[in-house]
Nanobody
């Protein structure tokens, strides 16, 4: 069993930055792929970024965040970070982290086995 807890979401102005954190626990957490997803009201949950926890690479991003978001992990803190820069109103959503046992950088939510509760990010124009 893996437990994931997100934090760091808040209201921010367009052009600003936020860093989201995903703290994981569980015996095999470090062998998983960790992905970030987001879901805006009335929309489907969509892939944002993913990282191989153990190696720290490779990483994968959806096109709309490339060049603005980065993903990293801190082994000492069991934490994966999503650094979000140059935020836009369309980035507004609940952001979730998730763990995937298959060790491939999947973008489909159904391939992920464990999910956090989400953290709200609101970008004002």
């Amino acid at each position: 069993q893996v437990q994931l807890v997100e934090s760091g979401g808040r209201l921010v102005q367009a052009g600003g930055s936020l860093r989201l954190s995903c703290v994981g626990s569980g015996d095999t957490f470090r062998r998983y792929i960790i992905g970030w997803f987001r879901q805006a009201p009335g929309k489907e949950r969509e892939f944002v970024a993913a990282i191989h926890w153990s190696a720290g690479s490779p990483t994968r991003f959806t096109d709309s965040v490339k060049g603005r978001f980065t993903i990293s992990r801190d082994n000492t803190k069991n934490t994966v970070y999503l650094q979000m820069n140059s935020l836009k109103p369309e980035d507004t959503a609940v952001y979730y982290c998730a763990a995937d046992r298959t060790l491939a950088l999947h973008t489909t939510p159904s391939t992920y086995d464990y999910w956090g509760q989400g953290t709200q990010v609101t970008v004002s124009s």
